[in-house]
């Protein structure tokens, strides 16, 4: 442990404070989202009876830990990445039967006064076990031996995340793709990656047959324009035909089956409805029932409607605010309880209401100038354990930013994600926390080669 007269030693107070800034505007979007005119402020944080004042201990306790974190000598991570790493997966375990269900999603561990989700923590375990493992000297990243051990460490929380219905979350392992993307990944995997995107939007868009068609002619456009280079390397002409044939069987079978069969019917219908494609299950029915499912179009109308809910208030919400914004506290949207999972999920859109275009904007902006501050740090470091660590916490910081962004305002489907330090959570805060001043910490020793 540190001395206490050193704890400020080294320190990046930009992203200290702009941490404290987003933090505090999220304590007052949370409140803004409960208090009532005729509550007695003090008491009700005294009593602990609203979201905001347990918050406001969440807070609390967020700053002691950071102040630990802050006091604790740098190779304690390192030490112990790998141990944590093993512990959150455990944990992940545990919840299968100890777990408690909430949302539909058995992946919280009560905890007393709060509950704790270990797939949020462990997107700290896996940053660190990453930074350990791609630090080490006998590590060769050019190697696909590497590549594959070290997307592992991301692949297995994402297991878990999906058997525990949290399919949000498991999408921001994802971003364990940037560090390693740093630190030599071929841009060959990214491309494959956003091309399988790309297909899996087109086969919810395009009619089969029609992509099909859409595919072909792709495959013999390349091969004509290719000809030449076929007739000297006869390999290229099975990897044409090889890529064809895998992404018309990704949009005739691999899609229709994970939307079947992987996927929740309610999970299918947001990402359709995304999109803008009425949700029709696929099951065989009889003649009697589809006689029924034609006379009850109204009510599926109605059904599509209630699922399209808290996006179309949330759209209404951030609407409303207009440029300048109504005001703190004075949001008809939010004072009137009409954006379900607004002081967590839908927390941006109280942004938007009480301070309009202007106030969202500057929200981005500070998200943006954090993201930018943890890239400039992240390349001082003399340390790859560092600097892998520092690009995981962005690439996990950004991922929540953008997808939770997009689903508030229709872009993104409705998959429960928190935006960092202004949603209300005491798992999230404390998880974002951890993760900052980690960084914090390794870089006030940023002149130590960590390993």
């Known amino acids: 442990m540190r001395n206490e007269a050193v704890i400020s030693k080294g320190v990046d107070w930009v ?25 007695n402020i003090l008491q009700t944080i005294i009593g602990l009876k609203k979201n905001y004042s347990k918050q406001l201990l969440f807070i609390g306790i967020s700053a002691i830990v950071a102040t630990f974190i802050l006091l604790t000598d740098s190779k304690f991570f390192t030490a112990t990445a ?11 375990m545990a919840t ?18 709060f509950n704790l989700q270990p797939v949020e923590t462990c997107k700290i375990f896996t940053a660190l076990a990453l930074s350990k493992y791609l630090s080490r000297s006998e590590t060769d990243f050019n190697k696909p031996q590497s590549q594959i051990i070290a997307a592992l460490f991301a692949l297995i929380p994402i297991g878990f995340s999906l058997m525990q219905n949290e399919t949000g979350l498991a999408l921001v392992y994802f971003s364990f793709l940037i560090p390693m993307y740093r630190e030599g990944l071929p841009p060959v995997y990214l491309i494959i990656g956003f091309s399988l995107a790309v297909l899996f939007v087109a086969t919810i868009l395009i009619e089969k047959n029609t992509l099909a068609i859409i595919l072909t002619i792709i495959a013999a456009a390349v091969l004509y324009f290719m000809r030449r280079i076929i007739m000297r ?13 895998l992404c018309v069987s990704i949009q005739r079978f691999a899609v229709p089956y994970v939307f079947k069969h992987v996927l929740h019917p309610y999970q299918v219908e947001r990402i359709l409805n995304t999109f803008g494609v009425d949700y029709v299950p696929e099951d065989k029915v009889t003649e009697v029932e589809l006689n029924q499912q034609k006379e009850n179009l109204a009510t599926k109308k109605l059904k599509k409607e209630k699922s399209d809910y808290n996006v179309k208030q949330s759209k209404i919400a951030i609407g409303s605010g207009g440029f300048w914004g109504k005001g703190f506290l004075k949001g008809t949207q939010t004072q009137g309880d009409f954006v379900p999972e607004q002081h967590t999920d839908f927390i941006f859109t109280s942004v938007g209401e009480n301070f ?77 926390t951890i993760l900052i001043f980690i960084l914090v910490r390794l870089d006030a020793d940023r002149q130590m080669v960590l390993r």
């Open 356 to 432: 309009g275009f202007w106030g969202s904007a500057l929200v981005v902006l500070l998200y943006l100038l954090f993201l930018l501050r943890i890239v400039f740090v992240a390349e001082r470091q003399r340390s790859t354990f560092s600097r892998v660590y520092a690009y995981s916490v962005a690439g996990i910081i950004f991922f929540h930013l953008a997808i939770n962004v997009c689903m508030t305002i229709g872009l993104a489907p409705v998959i429960g994600i928190t935006l960092p330090l202004l949603s209300y959570g005491g798992s999230s805060l404390l998880t974002f």
């Open 233 to 245: 390397q006869k390999s290229i002409l099975l990897l044409i035909v090889g890529i064809w044939i």
């Open 96 to 113: 299968f039967f100890i777990g408690r269900e909430i949302n539909g999603s058995k992946s919280w561990i009560p905890l007393g006064f």
């Open 15 to 39: 992203m200290v404070w702009l941490y404290i800034i987003l933090v505090a505007i999220g304590f007052l979007c949370i409140f803004s989202v409960e208090h009532r005119s005729q509550e």
């Open 82 to 92: 790998n141990i944590t790493y093993a512990f959150g997966i455990l944990l992940m």
